[in-house]
């Protein structure tokens, strides 16, 4: 039988990074069995769906080139099936309408309560109640009274619930709507769901679906259900921890690549393999080795996995990226500005594009100052020598590339008789800010002659301007 699987996000605001690792493990499952993956936007919750919502959920995942074999399905295009396996369920004597008012249904839970008993509806109206004016009823499950609901998860293996601990489930809303528990399993029964795959915020879900299975004479899937992604704080993650949304991840200039590798490991191992390709992904994934406990969300490691990527890259992949970051700190470059050459530079020293752009600032802003520690350390008189060394050198250059420039620097380092460093310090901090810039004279070839000259003669200012 071909295997088939599904996500199926509510629209109610953006897709977090646990919804997109539960789609990447449902994709992957599906992929490397040959099966199909579905997606269907659960939107019966007609309050709190909206279709910016649902676009956003659409964007992530094709930002994260994420796509989907059939759908998307909308569970409101489906009322009507909903309807008529409720007119079913009713027909066979599985559901039956309750018109206890919430005032009833409060009034039963705080006795239950106060003796003690787990909440739960007591079952006035399965046992046959008249209509009562003015209430519109729900419609209520037949949960059976006897035995109990045995499965299999894939993640948390044999899971048994006593059928008296599960009361009699509302599937139809007093306004015709399906609740999620009835509506979830007409749909996976529908589209032949093989594998639900899911977060274990829904594990107490389950026996009450497969009760509804059963009574509609539909074959169960396999579950997989999936811990929680934690903060560092061992706390359910939340924006208090961060970013949560997929999207916030594409604006702070990580790679899709490197976020989806990022999740297939959180929760997921293959020994100590960090780095997968989507084809080793697909190749290795396995419930069998998605932890039990709660997968705790490392940025940290996410950073280093992206820079990681960012090095692998061709620096043509990254250059309309980085050009996004770019625009975003009000940086436009000229239409013939070498950017890959810039990228190229700045790959080995950036985790992020985000980051990357922030490195490559001082090439197109003028600089806003030096770096404190830096200049107070280098910037002394004693730099204004080699620093003019340096001008002569370089205004007489007439190839200016790298290596002349290199050359150049070495000149006055020999000429001078004074370290490396005596030089070359002062001269990057005077023209690009500080001292974390890439190799000098690459820096130096692509800043351009006239405007490291410029930057020289106003770092030499600055020095003379201290000595007064
Ligand atoms: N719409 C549900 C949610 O977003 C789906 C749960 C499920 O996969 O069954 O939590």
């Known amino acids: 039988m071909a295997i088939r699987t599904r996500f199926a996000p509510s629209p109610t605001g953006y897709l977090h990074i646990g919804g997109a690792r539960t789609a990447l493990y449902c994709w992957l499952f599906a992929q490397q069995k040959g099966g199909q993956y579905v997606l269907r936007i659960e939107d019966t919750d007609q309050e709190r769906s909206t279709q910016e919502s649902v676009d956003a959920i659409l964007d992530s995942f094709n930002w994260l080139k994420l796509g989907w074999d059939e759908g998307p399905f909308y569970q409101t295009q489906r009322l009507d099936r909903y309807q008529a396996v409720a007119k079913q369920l009713i027909d066979n004597d599985l559901a039956y309408w309750c018109y206890c008012s919430k005032e009833e249904l409060d009034a039963k839970r705080e006795a239950a309560m106060a003796?003690?008993?787990?909440?739960?509806?007591?079952?006035?109206?399965?046992?046959?109640?008249?209509?009562?004016?003015?209430?519109?009823?729900?419609?209520?499950?037949?949960?059976p009274t006897e035995g109990s609901v045995v499965f299999e998860d894939l993640v948390y293996g044999r899971i048994e619930v006593s059928n008296d601990e599960l009361d009699d489930l509302v599937i139809l809303r007093p306004d015709g709507m399906p609740t999620y528990?009835?509506?979830?399993?007409?749909?996976?029964?529908?589209?032949?769901?093989?594998?639900?795959?899911?977060?274990?915020?829904?594990?107490?879900?389950?026996?009450?679906?497969i009760n509804l299975y059963k009574a509609l004479g539909a074959e169960l899937p396999t579950f997989a259900h999936l811990p929680m992604i934690l903060g560092?704080?061992?706390?359910?993650?939340?924006?208090?921890?961060?970013?949560?949304?997929?999207?916030?991840?594409?604006?702070?200039?990580?790679?899709?690549?490197?976020?989806?590798?990022?999740?297939?490991?959180?929760?997921?191992?293959?020994?100590?393999?960090?780095?997968?390709?989507?084809?080793?992904?697909?190749?290795?994934?396995?419930?069998?080795?998605?932890?039990?406990?709660?997968?705790?969300?490392?940025?940290?490691?996410?950073?280093?996995?992206?820079g990681q990527y960012i090095k692998a890259a061709a620096p043509s992949q990254?250059?309309?990226?980085?050009?996004?970051?770019?625009?975003?700190?009000?940086?436009?470059?000229?239409?013939d500005y070498p950017m890959e050459v810039l990228v190229e530079l700045l790959q080995p020293r950036s985790l992020t594009l985000a980051e990357m752009a922030s490195n490559a600032e001082f090439f197109f802003k003028p600089l806003a100052g030096y770096d404190e520690k830096a200049a107070n350390k280098n910037l002394k008189p004693a730099a204004i020598a080699p620093l003019q060394a340096v001008r002569a050198k370089f205004a007489a250059l007439s190839n200016w590339q790298a290596e002349p420039i290199h050359t150049a620097i070495t000149e006055v380092v020999d000429e001078l008789e004074i370290g490396f460093g005596k030089v070359a310090l002062p001269t990057r901090i005077v023209t690009t800010g500080g001292t974390a810039s890439p190799e000098l004279d690459q820096t130096l070839a692509l800043l351009g002659q006239a405007e490291t000259l410029a930057r020289i003669d106003a770092g030499i200012a600055y020095v003379e301007g201290l000595e007064s």
């Open 115 to 143: 003796a003690k008993q787990k909440p739960r509806y007591d079952g006035t109206c399965r046992h046959g109640r008249e209509p009562v004016e003015g209430i519109k009823p729900v419609l209520r499950f037949k949960n």
């Open 181 to 209: 528990n009835f509506a979830v399993v007409v749909d996976d029964m529908d589209m032949n769901i093989t594998h639900v795959v899911r977060g274990d915020d829904h594990i107490n879900n389950t026996p009450r679906q």
């Open 232 to 306: 560092k704080d061992g706390k359910r993650l939340s924006k208090r921890h961060g970013a949560v949304s997929v999207m916030q991840y594409f604006d702070d200039g990580y790679l899709p690549e490197a976020l989806l590798n990022y999740l297939v490991r959180l929760g997921w191992s293959h020994g100590d393999q960090e780095l997968f390709s989507v084809e080793e992904m697909i190749e290795k994934f396995d419930f069998k080795h998605v932890g039990r406990g709660g997968a705790t969300f490392d940025t940290d490691k996410l950073n280093w996995i992206n």
């Open 318 to 335: 990254l250059v309309s990226l980085f050009k996004q970051q770019l625009v975003k700190r009000d940086i436009s470059a000229p239409d």
